[in-house]
């Protein structure tokens, strides 16, 4: 039972970072921009909170940074993709490669592999929720995670009203469904992408100070492995919708749990079990892809 355990506990932990991301990137995806600079953002995310942190000596101060630093980036991608009508993938993977030359840059004046923090270390940030935490089984899945996470997951919901609840979430999706119908009712359309994308930006600074100050009190360049890549996936799969889409990030996340897991029972072959969530996310998306084909295509019959 304890395998288990460890494994749902595991699977929240793992998903919390590509859950923040995709709930940042749907409202882009509804504006039909495609934010292919998550990856970088969050990225930038780790990268600020631990480095300001060290810098400070002040966790406050490596929070707002990280917030302040994917805020600047959101603005510079939507000035680039939505005001100057720029491939937003190619300014995404520009934004990607900056991020990571400029933390390898900062790595190198201070002639270190990594960043750590020597003044806190992980559990310092854990919540443990005396009530939950002495319910059998669900007090070691449900306690003692970090703030972020507890609010990745409240955020579900608050995410679902304003997509759906909210003028704001209603003007997003008509910015991105029709924009000549939205500018003939008035709205500013770069307004509201500018907007989508700067949220983007605000969870995805979340996730990167997840990873890397709240679960490690440590960054290393590239730590975040692809993840940002794996939201949009999520994403795509769950077509925008805050539930579908976080749905996928808690699936992907799972994968990675199992991994994890297994390779601590694997030996030497342990290193296989790190294509697991890779498998797994190209089955997903290859299913999902088949089935919008086939519904698409008994529409079209129809």
């Not at 390898?104 to 004046?109: A, E, H, I, M, T």
């Amino acid at each position: 039972m304890s395998f288990i355990n460890g494994i749902i506990y595991d699977s929240v932990y793992h998903a919390v970072p590509i859950l923040l991301c995709v709930l940042g990137g749907i409202f882009a995806y509804k504006a039909n921009v495609l934010n292919i600079a998550l990856e970088g953002m969050m990225l930038a995310g780790a990268f600020f909170s631990v480095l300001v942190s060290y810098q400070t000596g002040s966790i406050a101060l490596g929070y707002l940074a990280a917030i302040g630093a994917c805020l600047v980036i959101g603005l510079v991608f939507a000035f680039f993709g939505v005001t100057c009508k720029g491939n937003v993938i190619i300014i995404g993977l520009a934004v990607n490669m900056s991020v990571t030359a400029v933390a390898g840059f900062v790595l190198q004046l201070m002639n270190s592999a990594n960043i750590k923090l020597d003044f806190a270390n992980a559990a310092d940030f854990k919540i443990h929720i005396p009530f939950i935490e002495s319910i059998p089984i669900l007090g070691s899945i449900l306690s003692g995670h970090t703030l972020i996470t507890y609010i990745s997951f409240v955020s579900i919901v608050l995410i679902w009203i304003l997509m759906y609840r909210t003028k704001f979430g209603i003007y997003v999706r008509v910015v991105g469904e029709n924009e000549d119908s939205a500018k003939s009712l008035g709205l500013n359309t770069n307004k509201y992408r500018y907007l989508a994308v700067l949220l983007g930006g605000l969870f995805c600074a979340l996730a990167g100070t997840n990873l890397a100050l709240e679960r490690m009190t440590i960054f290393t360049n590239g730590m975040t492995a692809g993840r940002g890549f794996i939201a949009i996936a999520a994403i795509y799969c769950g077509r925008g919708d805050p539930l579908s889409s976080s749905m996928y990030a808690v699936i992907f996340g799972l994968a990675r749990a199992l991994a994890v897991n297994l390779s601590l029972y694997a030996g030497a072959a342990a290193a296989v079990f790190d294509v697991i969530p890779y498998i797994v996310m190209t089955v997903v998306l290859t299913a999902v892809s088949m089935i919008k084909y086939r519904n698409h295509k008994a529409r079209g019959v129809a």
